[in-house]
């Protein structure tokens, strides 16, 4: 099997019975790494953390990893790069996106979250989790629009523990189920088009309502 981005995210769950068979332990450090560098760089937020977190609870109920301190580290990861991200929002946020022709660093990607702050407030923190992209922008955000952190970690914890231990438990729970083990890939898709719905969501009503006071004008 070819290693490549799109084979990785539809085979995860093998890649993770080689990791959890060649690193032993060590694939708590490497999960805790991902998790991490998904919420807390963002320039990572491409990883596949909703369909990962299925797995590692699926793995988990096999045998393979212990499913307690698999949810306590990644929760853990997830609280430290949501602080790591708001820090670095906080202290260096306006000069890392001051170029609009930058690839890594892409204003559209500030906009949208900018825009889910503008409807959500505060509880954008805990509501971003279960939305890719924005959940590693939107700690950032935080950080940029001085969001003060006693409240800004009160929302990361409580989001964190909704999508690392809702994700992990499911995944224990149902991941190994003979039709969705067997149709894991389709459920991995499933869960990237469900994750990316709402953004893209509001993505189209917000250019939609954008081009509406140009027609009305006219």
Same mark, same amino acid.
Do not use: A, T, W
């Given at each position: 099997m070819d290693f490549n981005p799109i084979d990785l995210i539809l085979h995860l769950d093998v890649y993770l019975d080689m990791l959890v068979t060649n690193y032993g332990t060590w694939i708590y450090a490497i999960l805790f790494m991902v998790i991490f560098c998904e919420t807390g760089l963002v320039v990572m937020p491409f990883l596949?953390?909703?369909? /990962? /977190?299925f797995i590692a609870g699926a793995v988990a109920a096999g045998g393979g990893m212990d499913p307690v301190l698999l949810g306590g580290l990644l929760m853990l990861a997830a609280i430290l790069g949501d602080s790591t991200n708001y820090l670095i929002g906080r202290t260096a946020g306006e000069k890392l996106f001051s170029n609009p022709d930058s690839k890594? *660093?892409?204003r559209d990607y500030l906009q949208q979250t900018?825009? *889910?702050y503008d409807k959500h407030g505060g509880k954008t923190v805990t509501l971003a989790r279960f939305l890719p992209i924005i959940r590693t922008f939107a700690p950032f955000v935080a950080g940029v629009g001085k969001m003060p952190y006693p409240r800004f970690f009160a929302f990361s914890v409580l989001g964190t523990i909704l999508w690392v231990g809702g994700l992990v438990t499911l995944g224990f729970f149902f991941g190994n189920v003979p039709f969705i083990k067997q149709n894991l890939s389709l459920l991995v898709v499933g869960i990237i088009l469900l994750s990316l719905l709402p953004m893209i969501i509001s993505v189209v009503r917000s250019r939609l309502g954008g081009s509406n006071p140009k027609a009305e004008s006219r």
């Open positions: 596949p953390g909703d369909s /990962l /977190l890594i *660093f892409r900018h825009d *889910f």
